[in-house]
């Protein structure tokens, strides 16, 4: 299906102004600085929406369902998305998402670097590269800056670092451990690497041989493109944070389909699960203060200036008062999963650096997810205390080879924020699936959709005299709620 | 099954001489210090080994496989045992085992804190307390010194600490978050703690309840009582190390059977896994430079003055040679699973803290495993670079519950050091459990050790001309073997 791929290779260039197709995202030594990055509020391009579809679904006490609007073939792989506004807990919808197919093309071969000219010209008019499909979920907090430009950049990032292993990537040998020399500052040279099958170009001095020599497989090398990218996009946040005015940060939860293999990235508490013949497969979990205790508890333990001399490194149930001094209260360490008595002492009367529970666990007592992007001026409450040294933007990333299984067009990636995943569980949603999927035709591309559109109905609710509840009148979800449904299996669906 | 607990508690303190049954280890400021505190070398008690045994069981030639003497009904739910020397790697067998069954008693309440003077002393004289059935396994490395010590203080320790929790963990009610008021520096006195069964004695302030209180469980305190007990070992063999003569460190593995359920405490490289109907459950994982790495690598980042001006905390896949300066090589730091390339700098010239593959793999070029006990004055070869920073001591902790299954006689749980697994691995142990025990009778009670002896013998293979053999003519290991064979099920297996 080239022809879909080149078409949504377009309508992305067209999305985005610049940057795309390959191109380098903007980057202090880029000439881009001056173009729209968007940073300002807006709603996913693939939606189209309307200045008046745009209000409408900004409107809080409506929480209108927003889809692709034909809900056909709009989207590649017939991907189904949908998703709605908050109840009022901020202006906007801080939930942004992507989905794109992009070229990753080989980087072109420096002048006078090659032993004949000619031969990097040739490559270059060739475009040689390769496609990768990218889905993205970005959930904001406190504003909408940093999760609209990453929406609008992750990917690119991703294309970036992958462009220097296009030819790595398609050799089937094992990737090579060291890289001939590159007398320039700039970018790796992959056009110096001795190929089977490539231009018979020869490096300067042959690699050679160690007796220990750890083997790096190729998807080990996506995995590291994909965790720098989202290291350089949090660098690019932090760069133009005053220039675009971006402000918040934001949970990125990406699928990036390559080569037959399926990467999802996460940071932060979005989540991403399969769905095959009925079995629930997590593709991710989720980084908050309680799942990152450990992490964080020796940082702080480190690098106790971080504190302020506010908190505390140790975790306690409870806060402590003054009162107790003296007592023994439970407590755990950096090194404990289990809990012991200790005796309370002065320093154990400030705020533990992990408080709460589920939900309402939070780090230093402001922010509930310890992994992501931006975030680079968040400061406790009143304080000068900082919060960024104890975020990771690295993402964890989960592997899922599709060419290992058969796949039916029932098989799902689904890919949630919270606002999903905070009121209907993996069995839930395994569930809405399967029923959806039934009642359409295994070929009518628009069952994606209807899918998304159930889980964000489900989980939102209907508003009712005492807000929005659920079929079982329990709470819905006040939250932004974003949702991708992606088949995995089905004829023609994959290029 | 009282008897056989009084009568193994009895040999307990027999075998040890001193600081059994409730009685704290020797600390600093216990009175022991003048008692021998077991670092000179030797065999399990329960081998009950005559001096011409010893001399054999110490031949490396022969590697002769020893078990307790009679095979019958020795260790507690007639546990099997068996172990070997290695091939010459160290003079002596640096693996250590115990096994006991410890009683858990109450600590006295203190004097003149009481209502009444008479309730402290009633207690005492009912020794009010719990027993707990112990087995565990210690892997020394450069000395035997430390696994000596282990082996027979850290059930005292682990005793020690649930000396607190003797009427908490006997109450079904949750756990008080906080304890009364101790005028006393010393322990917790749990009998001040109101209690719904106990002596009605009332706290001078009752604890208010909070809005946000984390609820912990039972089966949480027993965790962090292993948990520190495993910090208390290692700072007992820190502060004895010279005085006794103390060398080298050890890999801890220690199963603690209590109230219904297992808990496996794990710091090192050796490995327990439950075989229940067939089904292989792993009770423990291995700390090696290569399962600890993100660990070793965040700790060296932030405090790279541990490393010495010696090593750089990114991981290669090989040594760099200095002539590669300049070119691409792959790395990760530790942010990252995946791998990514870099233009080698002359810091990247220094030795990797974490190199080499699987068995190969080393912490500083110097150690294999990065948790477990003692190593206090290990440091890199040939200079003043500690290695003790980067190591812990801290055991993982999982839980099994044995009330939660129907077990039969043939469902084990098996403690091994890596001299097992390094040749056998989990199915293929499963495989010779199964084999062994259906050629005995199930209410045999030799059947476990035969279990036992079999699994060492066949990790350690026959001597032939070219080394010790497997079957299938692959070496056997040469290291050091000790396993332990538990039955989880059959009558009067449990008191």
Redesign the interface.
Known sequence: MLLRVRAAVAQLVAGLGAGAGGQPPAEPRGGERGSPAGAAFCRPAFLQLTPEELRRADDHAGRAVQSPRDGRRRLPWSTGYAEVINAGKSQHNEDQACCEVVFVERRPSPRGRLPSGEGGGELDRGRKGFYFHYWALFDGHAGSGAAVMASKRLHLHICE?LR?LVDILQDPSP?P???????R?GP?ELSQVPLAEDDGEVPNDAV?R?H?????SHE?????????AF?HMDDQIERERVSQRLSGGCCALAAVYLMGKFYVANAGDSRAIIIRNGEIIPMSREFTPETERQ?LQ??AF??PELLGKEFTHLEF?????PK?L?????Y?DQ???????K?IEEDDLKFPLI???GK?ARMMATIGVTRGLGDHDLKVFSSNIHIKPFL?C?P??RVYDLTQYEHCPDDVLVLGTDGLWDVTNDKEVAGVVMEVLTSYEPNDPCRYTMVAQELVVRSRGVLKERGWRLANDKLGSGDDISVFVIPLGGPGNYT
Do not use: T
Request: proline share 6%; aromatic share 10%.
């Open positions: 670092q220097d990737p451990i060291c890289l001939p020399h590159d007398a500052a790796v050679p160690f220990l020599e750890k083997a790096v080990s090398l996506v995995i590291g493109a994909i965790e720098n290291k992490r020796f940082l480190l690098r149930p409870r806060r402590i008062q107790e003296g007592k023994k209260m439970l755990r090194n404990m999963n289990g809990w012991a008595y005796k408080y709460g529970e309402k990771s690295f964890e990333v």
